[in-house]
């Protein structure tokens, strides 16, 4: 682990549900960056990042955030150490509307009082957003559900955000738009681990990336690299 | 999965003798529990009935008792020879009337069932429970019912229950020579005989086609449904099933005690009953005979003795409170007490198949087997001879129709278009790859083919026949059959079961035939296990048949998913994603493997893929779907060199890729 | 015998006139049925946000209801009042003991879910509910022990007034007592409160979050687990508010009252749309209207029947129930 290293796993395995997603991972984010972990469906993507945030135990190894060990403390004190998540599947609350989402999001902080400008920052990040603070979540378009769940999860100020799947079902256009903001976000210092399907545009906005074959790393470079290496571009970016 | 074990004589030569010689012993003794016994055994009876709605199909069944008053309610009406009214006062004999008593019974418990077929867990264990209060209701209020007819006779009082004084009294059963009247010997072995008879017959029911289906309902109703169980029939036979013998525990109930009231079936019944199956563990006839007698053992004997000996330490101790303790008083409390507490501590009841914690050195060993050898390499020559035969004739020409033609297939989920006016043709023995973006409506399509979503308008033709509007059961039967994204096999039944299931509606045993098993069922049932092994030496899961479907390696889990769905005999197989989670080497194995079944089989299948290679390589046309539309269509060369399709899926700036990288 | 009805069949009407018109008969039981269902409203809304926020039919709820009753009869015996409260004992013994009984019923509540229900929070589907019914079984043959099986006489301790005749002067049809305004002045402002609470307070947006979605409450920071507790205090509290105000209003109470309210407090939180807070009032007043009219119109003994009735009709044919809400989870 490098000295800047805010989050570290190291021989991870974990269940999800019956099955052994995990198989011994080890991977390194360091302060400021963006790391993708890219990988098929199945591949223990989803598991990983479950691991980090504390919804899933690991069964060996451990995960270190900030030089502390995370992998027995609780979620809920998990994130007030600085780790925020837009979950696969942007998993807003359907039934509140937008400002409480984004309310939520910011539940676990502890200065109340510079909330407000926070949530100037995060609408300055997501105009549409603004437009629609007092509507139900589950109204909004798929676009800003994924906007939605990324500003909740800036609002609790965190060091670090883990992304998961961000372009899921969205257009092209919108995918180029959520990616242009992942790099915005990274900008203002925001750490960022980020779990995607598209490879491509991953590996184009992260510096790192790291290859999951079933729950095993099986390939890690910088991004360019792994861009331009044989398997990468045969199994995840459907060339020949 | 059965609990009855092998024929053992000596074991049973000695239980028998045990049986029969018990109440000689009790009188010679003078001990007097016979009377006891057969009350225990009444309850023991109800619930084994229980257990085929609870322990079988997993349908918390709370107003069990209902049933157990509508079997006793039908001895004592028919039976009785009192009561003024033109309906009763037959006496009619009780050897008619127990077997009416459970052809009531199940009737009912067809009726009840059939409005919970809707809901699903919490919700049905709440109509069973609204049934269970209404029935005591209103068998208390019919006892005493005005109605104004007008005319001459202005107001008929009508008695049709007996109201809150119930039914005294019914009549004894008759047999020449046996006393019924004063000598509870005969009683114990009437309820002997039928607690046996009945015990047999679900023992049988358990072990048949319906018993499987039964507990795939159980574990996953929308896999079974998926593979060709119709969830409609399998529970009413449950609920009907499971109430006759109620009847017979009803109508013995009510000759023995010779009178009936309406507070012998309420909730407490229900509750008691369930504490049996819970203590003993539900869908184990073994325990629930024990939870059963162990529970009765408790209230009617040990209560009274420990209340003896509570009294006693209070007297010596001196404490006023401990000497003047009716422990029967309590006995509710100690249900309740022991139903957590098993919950608690052990869920599976005591005779239950303990889960299995995931064993991650056992995985660790298989995994690594399974890097130096790699999974077993599928083989033609094992494909089994039957499975050619019920496959398609293996010359197809150019002419052949399309297996599969979907035209306009359109689907809304509230304002949201999941699938959109989708076109998909399946040649005969083609392989079609489904590619899309994650959320592009591939599985929302499967879910149209299979019948779990209707669509809203188009149309799927399966040989020219249509399925829309048909329930998935019956798709499985016109030769359609799936594996799910995630993994859904029926978890606590054993890998042969798992692909017996899938035989399911190629067989044809009624309930009937599964009680009394002429050689017609016999002979289906030996093939369907012989087929049933066939197919799993073929997937390379052979030595494992005895295993539960998960404590299964995942690999193993996702070939025996297949092994299932090729159980049904299908003319078109649809995989979604079948290679998620997997390695590179089972990845090719798995491909092989598709291969072969579409080479040797002619089977035609349907595949939603994300790994490229595999989609690239083995189909013969791809669909590329986006936002639910299909955007492309074509072999895979022209798939990969399509514009939009490197747009909407393969990622924007490919081009630009392509040139720099 | 469960069958008898809780008390509330006995029908009131002014003690000097019993010959009462088809319309006056209408609008007095009109009148009980909104005191019923505001009691049931109470019931209910503890059904409904434990359903909500962990997918349990908490079959005890309804005896934490009658427990409310015993115990809060404890807490008045304990200070020493037997009869009819006066001037400064309505405003310190009467909120007093609303508070130790909302207390003890809500630690009671809670004390369940700790010991009963959390070790099987990823149990099998039906566990939980075994041990509901378990718990249930428990309390009540508790209570049954505790006080015995004759039904227990509460002292008529708030005074009864016949507001019309005493008060405005006025020799009306209808017959509304000080006991009525005790009812809606205690139901409505506890409701108001909740409401408040759920919908404005940071802990209350916490408890919908988390009944929405168990994961991401968590991923928010969200201590899931006190989360329930404090839903499981609350729903507990109310319950202990309602078996009070029963026990006032009847002035009798059954050790076996608890699975009848609770049946039919289950029903008027399903009629409402199970999860819904507006819902459960609602079905709350639903079903206190039904039952009133019914005991006048049909027979108290064919209430239940009517009740588990409309309770399987509506599960089956609108398992959302009158307010569930439809949010669309997609766009």
């Known amino acids: 682990m490098s000295a800047s290293g805010l989050l570290a796993l190291d021989d991870v395995h974990a269940y999800y549900g019956n099955i052994r997603a995990l198989k011994g991972v080890s991977l390194t984010v360091d302060r400021g960056e963006i790391v993708t972990l890219i990988g098929s469906n199945g591949a223990g993507k989803t598991t990983t990042l479950r691991t980090v945030i504390g919804t899933v135990r690991p069964l060996r190894g451990t995960v270190t955030f900030a030089g502390q060990r995370i992998d027995r403390v609780p979620t809920h004190k998990i994130v007030r150490l600085g780790i925020a998540q837009s979950p696969e599947g942007r998993r807003i609350f359907a039934p509140m509307t937008v400002l409480e989402n984004l309310e939520l999001g910011a539940f676990s902080r502890t200065d109340r009082e510079a909330i407000p400008q926070d949530l100037e920052r995060v609408l300055a990040l997501f105009p549409r957003l603004r437009d629609r603070l007092g509507q139900k979540g589950g109204t909004l378009s798929g676009g800003e559900q994924q906007m939605l769940a990324m500003g909740r999860a800036l609002m609790a100020r965190p060091d670090m955000l883990l992304l998961d799947e961000p372009s899921m079902g969205l257009s092209p256009i919108l995918v180029e738009t959520i990616f242009a903001i992942i790099r915005n976000i990274n900008q203002l210092g925001t750490t960022i681990l980020l779990v995607e399907q598209n490879a491509r545009m991953a590996l184009r906005v992260a510096h790192r990336g790291y290859v999951l074959q079933t729950g095993r790393i099986v390939l890690q470079d910088a991004a360019g690299a792994l861009l331009r290496s044989d398997v990468v571009r045969k199994a995840y970016l459907g060339e020949k | ?661 | 015998m469960r069958w008898e009805g809780m008390g509330e069949e006995r029908r009131r009407s002014p003690p000097f006139r019993t010959n009462l018109d088809w319309h006056e008969v209408l609008i007095q039981q009109t009148i009980n049925g909104v005191t019923r269902g505001a009691v049931f409203a109470l019931i209910a809304l503890g059904y409904t946000m434990v359903y909500g926020i962990i997918g349990l039919i908490n079959f005890a709820h309804g005896d934490v209801f009658m427990l409310g009753l015993f115990i809060s009869l404890s807490y008045f015996t304990l200070l020493g009042m037997a009869g009819p409260l006066h001037g400064w004992q309505l405003v310190t013994v009467l909120p007093l003991v609303f508070l130790l009984t909302m207390l003890t019923t809500g630690v009671i509540n809670v004390t369940i879910d700790r010991v009963a229900y959390r070790p099987l929070r990823h149990a099998f589907r039906l566990a939980p509910l075994i041990t509901a019914i378990g718990v249930s079984f428990m309390l009540e043959n508790l209570a049954l022990i505790w006080k015995g099986p004759a039904p227990l006489a509460y002292p008529d301790v708030f005074p009864s007034v016949d507001i019309l005749r005493e008060w405005v002067g006025v020799d009306s049809l209808l017959f509304i007592t000080t006991k009525d305004l005790l009812v809606l002045g205690t139901t409505i402002p506890l409701m108001i409160a909740l409401q408040y609470f759920v919908t404005r307070t940071t802990w209350g947006k916490a408890m919908r979050a988390t009944a929405h979605d168990k994961e991401t409450a968590l991923a928010m920071g969200i201590d899931v687990e006190k989360t329930i507790i404090l839903t499981f205090f609350i729903g507990g509290a109310l319950a202990g508010a309602a078996g009070l105000i029963q026990g006032l209003y009847y002035n009798i109470g059954m050790w076996w009252m608890g699975y009848q309210a609770g049946l039919r407090a289950f029903t008027a939180a399903v009629l409402g749309g199970i999860g819904s807070m507006p819902g459960a009032a609602l079905g709350g007043l639903v079903i206190g209207f039904l039952s009133a009219w019914s005991d006048q119109y049909i027979s108290a003994r064919w209430t239940n029947a009517l009740v588990f009735s409309i309770l399987i009709l509506v599960l089956i044919f609108r398992p959302q129930g009158l307010l569930g809400e439809r949010v669309p989870d997609k766009a």
């Open chain 2, 1 to 661: 999965m059965t609990d009855s074990g092998r024929w053992r004589p000596l074991p049973a030569a000695l239980l028998v003798t045990a049986l029969v010689g018990y109440p000689f012993l009790d009188r010679w003794l003078q001990a007097q529990t016979v009377h006891a016994v057969t009350d225990a055994m009444i309850y023991v009876l109800l619930a084994l009935g229980l257990n085929i709605v609870v322990g079988y199909a997993g349908l918390l069944d709370l107003g069990y008792a209902a049933f157990f008053a509508i079997g006793a309610y039908t001895m004592g009406l028919l039976n009785s020879p009192v009561l003024g009214s033109p309906l009763y006062g037959h006496a009619w004999s009780f050897w008619v009337v127990i077997w009416i008593a459970a052809l009531v019974s199940a009737g009912l418990g067809v009726v009840i069932g059939a409005p919970t077929l809707r809901v699903r867990g919490d919700y049905l264990a709440i109509i069973t429970l609204a049934f269970g209060e209404i029935i005591p209701v209103a068998i208390r209020n019919l006892g005493d019912i005005t109605i104004d007819i007008g005319g001459w006779r202005p107001v008929e009082r009508l008695n049709l229950t007996g109201g809150e004084n119930g039914v005294n009294p019914v009549g004894r059963p008759y047999l020449p020579g046996v006393n019924f009247d004063t000598d509870f010997i005969p009683w114990y072995f009437l309820i002997l005989v039928i607690g046996a008879g009945s015990l047999w017959a679900m023992n049988r029911m358990r072990d048949s086609r319906l018993g499987r289906a039964w507990m795939a309902i159980r574990e996953d109703e929308t896999a079974a449904d998926c593979t060709g169980v119709n969830p409609v029939k399998t529970k009413l036979l449950a609920f009907g099933l499971g109430a006759s013998f109620s009847g017979f525990a009803g109508s013995f109930y009510a000759a023995k005690l010779q009178a009936i009231t309406p507070g012998a079936f309420e909730f407490n019944v229900s509750i008691m009953l369930l504490c049996m199956i819970v203590l003993g563990g539900m869908g184990s006839l073994k325990g629930v005979i024990l939870g059963g007698m162990l529970i009765t053992l408790f209230d009617r004997i040990l209560l009274a003795q420990l209340t003896f000996l509570v009294r006693w330490i209070g007297r010596s101790l001196g404490s006023g409170i401990l000497a003047s303790v009716d422990l029967t008083l309590w006995r509710w409390f100690f249900f309740g007490l022991g139903l957590v507490i098993v919950m608690l501590v052990r869920p599976e009841g005591l005779v239950g198949r303990r889960v299995r914690p995931p064993a991650a050195d056992v995985d660790e060993r298989e995994e690594a087997l399974a890097l130096v050898a790699g999974p077993p390499r599928p083989r033609a020559e094992a494909i089994p001879g039957w499975l050619r035969e019920a496959a398609a004739p293996p010359a197809a020409s150019p002419t052949t129709p399309p297996v599969l033609a979907v035209r306009g297939l359109t689907r809304r989920f509230g304002g949201l278009v999941a699938v959109s006016e989708v076109d998909l043709v399946i040649p005969a023995r083609g392989i079609v790859g489904l590619i899309g973006p994650n959320g592009a409506g591939k599985t929302t399509f499967f879910n149209l083919v299979t019948g779990l979503l209707r669509p809203d308008h188009g149309e799927i033709r399966l040989g020219g026949e249509s399925l829309v509007g048909l329930r998935p059961h019956a798709i499985v039967g016109r030769g359609i059959a799936r594996t799910f994204q995630s993994i859904r096999l029926f978890q606590n039944m054993s890998v042969l079961d798992n692909v017996l299931v899938g035989e399911h509606c190629r067989l044809h045993a009624s309930v009937a035939g599964a009680v009394f098993r002429p050689p017609a069922v016999v002979t289906e049932e030996g093939r369907a296990r012989a087929r049933a092994r066939d197919l799993l030496a073929f997937v390379g899961l052979g030595d494992k048949d005895g295993e539960l479907a998960k404590n299964l390696a995942y690999g193993d889990q996702r070939r025996l998913e297949i092994a299932r769905a090729l159980a049904t005999e299908p003319r078109l197989l649809l995989l979604d994603e079948p290679t998620a989670g997997m390695n590179p080497r089972e990845t090719d194995t798995l491909t092989e493997f598709i291969g072969l079944l579409r080479h040797e089989l002619g089977l035609a299948v349907l595949l939603i893929e994300h790994h490229m290679e595999v989609v690239m390589g083995i189909s013969d046309r791809i669909t590329v779907l986006d936002y639910g539309t299909r955007i492309a269509e074509g072999t895979p060369t022209e798939i990969r060199r399509n514009a939009k399709v490197i747009e909407a899926y393969l990622g924007t700036g490919y081009e630009q890729e392509l040139v720099s990288g």
